[in-house]
């Protein structure tokens, strides 16, 4: 999935401890461990999820195959400004698709990726309840409703 | 203090509102009721959702139950200084009717709330979710109360199974049978489980009741712990929905202070208490036993059912899984009584039904209907038709695993068997229309494309199947389809339906099946006319220069991206289709409209 390599640090993987002592080191706890990992780190890379598997005493594996299983858990980091295109059916039925291909030929990215300056990502995600507002774009905590391609250089403009 | 509080406006704080700045709108309420006084006279109160989002952000004020749509952040100074002060309505922020085009103060008079039967949503939208005193006020915890002071287990279970209460997820399953067998199996300990990890794309009732009421879940857990004889319970929620999270833990934190949740509650000597759980994103974790195996802390595959969860579940004791709003329909029926439910509805199907209306729709929102509730009143009454007065075409029920329904089911009552017999199913509750310009292939290409991203990979007539079903249709939207394709599909659908392992797998080519059995003709024109007579296929659209209007200006020779536009100054072009990318760059920039889709 990913070939970034980093080296972590000595911090990071005190920090990594610290989350997986609070869960009592338990594996039933893996997936609120991974939440609160990716919380601070942004992202699952393989590193990190080495040093869980290695406080939960479980194989790599297995931490691989949860944290690949879950759209929510990523192993690419996100861009300063996450764009998430609400792709839920209602959004589709009112032309998410037109937004969609805005972003991507704006950004020029494709989905799941970032901008090389690491500003933006592009993700999907499936509904988010403002069916009211279809199409709804996200950028970080902010939601636009109503959203059509021609609005989408303007969404970009506020983040310059 | 509270005595002197005379009016209260409430604003919506669910998501759809709060994207509109409804916080803006109570900050600035709240900042106008200060500057003139009268923060003792005048509540501003944040509410769950209201249910019409087409026209929130909203704002009602109690108790002449006056209701502003599309409020701004900069009509509060106007609602405060003539409506609270002066008592005048403000008239450019109440709701047009569009048939009279009359302005309609009061909800109830609006068609949008007028056939609607709130029990599950009965305090979305009135009360503060974050207050508890205020769901106490509206009889909270009173059926908790009641059952455990009044009431054997045995008592409890038989007004559940009386009422004729199905499970509202999916399934629709009796619920008072659930809590029985679970009750029946042997253990020392069991679980009550919370599903909320709702997952239709389209569908947001669940997340509407925990953020608009989310102690009534609470109450509920806790009636079933009693009900079946567990201590625990586990909301399993998705982590996509903070403001939920953030609701359903104030109000645990608030019934656990008020003893209501914990041990000894209301000193019966009955001990519960609830925890959560979070999703990562994965739709087959609605799915009963792929969901225990999520919160178990592995990848959420379901397994082969028996077992079921309420003989083996979580950790391998008995567990009861109920949905969002089977659990918010339990208090009112304890409260009421069994027959007070069972007079609602239809003789198989009792109660109401909430359904999130979007799609190409002019009302889109959550509403409640009882059971029996005709498509055409939903989508015609309720809805107030279709958007931009466009022709309807179709309504798609049950979300990815559900149909296409048409005009002709439009007469058919809403219960779980007719719309499984119409080739649909009820879901959990996610109703998206579509008008004319929606291709109907593409529609079922576009479930598959979700189908396919959320199979958990276990069974390959799933994994495979569904992946094969989508590329058929890739095919097909592309132009490149055969009648064998057509053939191919239905079989291959059949096949998935009959030999997957989950719910997800054996309801996946519904979509497909139903576009075909309804829309056969779109398919065939696809496949036999190379034509997409929506225009929304790509591949199958043909940009032509109308001769008539074009007056040789080149602009869309300029712009085009692949100079697939010749022509003179001052005549006539042409598009060379064997060239063109169908980008639309030509029909954007033809100021003449000599520019046509055929």
């Known amino acids: ?113 970032s901008t090389p300056d690491g500003k933006f990502s592009l993700n999907c995600l499936r509904c988010v309840g403002a069916c009211g507002l279809a199409p709804v774009v996200q950028v970080g905590e902010k939601t636009y409703g109503r959203v059509s391609p021609d609005l989408v250089k303007d969404i970009l403009k506020n983040y310059e | 203090m509270a005595q002197q509080i005379k009016m209260h406006l409430l604003v919506c704080g669910g998501t759809g509102c709060r994207a509109s700045e409804s916080d803006q709108i109570q900050a600035s309420l709240e900042h106008e009721l200060k500057v003139h006084g009268l923060e003792n006279e005048a509540k501003v109160v944040t509410t769950g959702c209201f249910g019409f989002c087409e026209k929130g952000p909203i704002v009602k004020v109690i108790p002449d139950n006056t209701f502003y749509v599309q409020v701004k952040p900069g009509d509060a100074r106007e609602i405060v200084e003539e409506h609270v002060i002066k008592g005048r309505k403000v008239e450019r922020l109440l709701y047009t009717d569009p048939e009279n085009k009359e302005h309609v103060a009061d909800s109830k008079h609006m068609g ?3 056939k609607q039967i709130r029990i599950a949503l009965r305090n979305c939208g009135f009360i503060d979710p974050e207050n508890v005193d205020e769901y106490l006020a ?49 253990a020392e300990k069991k679980y009550v489980v919370c599903n909320a990890d709702e997952g239709d794309p389209g569908a947001f009732m669940d997340r509407s009741i925990l953020e608009g009421d989310p102690h009534v879940v609470l109450e509920a857990m806790a009636i079933c712990g009693f009900a079946i004889g567990a201590d625990a319970g586990l909301i399993y929620i998705r982590a996509e929905y903070p403001l939920a999270i953030k609701r359903l ?36 974790c609605g799915e009963e036993t792929a969901l225990i195996h999520s919160m178990e802390g592995s990848r ?78 939903v989508i015609f009454e309720i809805g107030g038709g279709i958007k931009d007065g466009k022709k309807f075409k179709a309504v798609q029920t049950g979300g990815p695993s559900g149909g296409c329904l048409t005009e002709k ?10 719309l499984i017999a119409a080739g649909s199913m009820m879901g959990s509750g996610g109703m998206i229309v579509m008008d004319e310009d929606d291709c109907m292939v593409s529609v079922a290409k576009y479930y598959l494309d979700f189908t396919v991203e959320e199979s958990c990979g276990k069974c390959s007539p799933c994994r495979i199947g569904n992946k094969r079903l989508h590329e058929i249709l890739e095919t097909i939207t592309k132009g490149q389809g055969t009648m064998e394709d057509l053939s191919k599909l239905k079989n291959l659908s059949h096949v998935i339906k009959d030999t997957s392992l989950c719910g997800l797998g054996q309801t996946s080519p519904n979509p497909v099946l139903s576009t075909m059995e309804n829309f ?3 398919y065939i024109s696809h496949v036999v006319d190379k034509k997409c007579t929506s225009g929304v296929c790509k591949s199958l ?12 200006c080149m602009a869309c020779a300029r712009n085009c991206p692949v100079n697939c536009i010749t022509g003179e100054r001052k005549q006539v072009h042409f598009i060379d289709q064997d060239t063109c990318i169908k980008c639309g760059t030509c029909l954007e920039k033809c100021k003449f409209n000599a520019i046509a889709i055929i």
């Open chain 1, 1 to 113: 999935m990913s070939s970034i390599k980093i080296k972590l640090k000595e911090k990071d993987i005190a920090q990594i401890d610290e989350i997986c002592k609070s869960f009592n080191n338990e594996p039933g706890e893996l997936i609120n461990v991974l939440h609160k990992v990716q919380t601070t780190f942004g992202y699952l890379p393989a590193e990190v999820q080495d040093v869980v598997a290695n406080k939960l005493n479980m194989s790599v594996a297995k931490v691989y195959g949860v944290v690949t299983f879950y759209s929510f858990f990523t192993m690419i980091p996100k861009g300063r400004f996450p764009i998430s295109i609400c792709t839920g059916t209602a959004c589709y039925v009112r032309g998410a698709e037109k937004v969609l291909d805005e972003f991507k030929k704006q950004l020029s990215i494709k989905v799941g990726e």
């Open chain 2, 520 to 522: 056969w003709d779109e």
């Open chain 2, 112 to 114: 949008f709330y007028r």
């Open chain 2, 249 to 284: 833990k104030i109000a645990i934190d608030q019934a656990r202070n008020y003893g209501l949740l914990g041990n000894d509650i209301l000193g019966t000597g009955f001990n519960f208490d609830i925890e959560l759980r979070y999703g990562a994103g994965a739709f087959v």
């Open chain 2, 541 to 552: 659209m043909r940009y032509v220069i109308i001769p008539e209007n074009c007056i040789g």
């Open chain 2, 300 to 377: 959420g595959e379901p397994t082969f059912k028996p077992p079921f969860p309420s003989v083996e579940g979580y950790l391998g004791k008995p567990t009861n899984v109920n949905n969002v709003e089977t659990f918010a329909n339990i208090p009112p029926i304890i409260n009421k009584g069994s027959e007070w439910f069972a007079a609602i509805g239809t003789a198989r199907a009792k109660g109401t039904k909430v359904f999130a209306l979007a799609g190409k729709i002019n009302n889109v929102g959550l509403i409640e209907v009882p059971m029996g509730t005709t498509l055409r009143e």
């Open chain 2, 138 to 186: 509206r009889d909270g915890y009173q059926a908790l109360g009641k059952v455990l002071s009044e009431m054997t287990p045995e008592d409890a279970i038989k007004i559940i199974k009386d009422s004729g209460l199905r499970g509202r997820g999916g399934g629709g399953f009796p619920t008072g049978l659930k809590w029985e067998i679970t009750r029946k199996s042997v």
């Open chain 2, 409 to 418: 089911h439009l007469d058919i009552p809403i219960e779980y068997d007719t």
